[in-house]
């Protein structure tokens, strides 16, 4: 058995949203990280690549739409899952959201049972997805 435990990057512009969803996470045994924006974002990428992102959509300068299709066209992050959230409930920014390139989207506020469940299964899908490449 492994010691190893998954990373997870918060990235959202609102401290308290990111110090719940780490507070959240490491309860659950993952490594956090955060970033405050995009470019932050994208440095933290570049030095420690995630295994996951939880981001939000609305954020100032470049939104959490264009950083995903950023990440999802960049073949050194195109398999790290993406869930955003984001308190617009319409369709067309789920939508907006999934054509980005993420996996998941949630609404906030989130229930924390959901979003744990929901990160869950994205690693172990990606978990699986690493296996496979590795034995090609």
Known sequence: MTDYAPTVLVVDDEEYNRKLLELLLR??????HSAVG?????AVIATTPPDLILLDVM???MD???LSTILKSDPLTLHIPIIM????????????GLKAGAEEFLTK???AAELRL???NLLRLKTYSDFLQKSQ
């Open 27 to 32: 309860a659950e045994g993952y490594f956090t």
């Open 38 to 42: 995009a470019a932050e974002a994208r």
């Open 59 to 61: 954020m100032p300068g």
């Open 64 to 66: 959490g739409y264009q």
């Open 85 to 96: 959230l984001t308190a617009q409930l319409d369709r067309d920014s789920r939508l907006a």
């Open 109 to 111: 506020p989130f229930e």
């Open 118 to 120: 929901r990160v869950r």
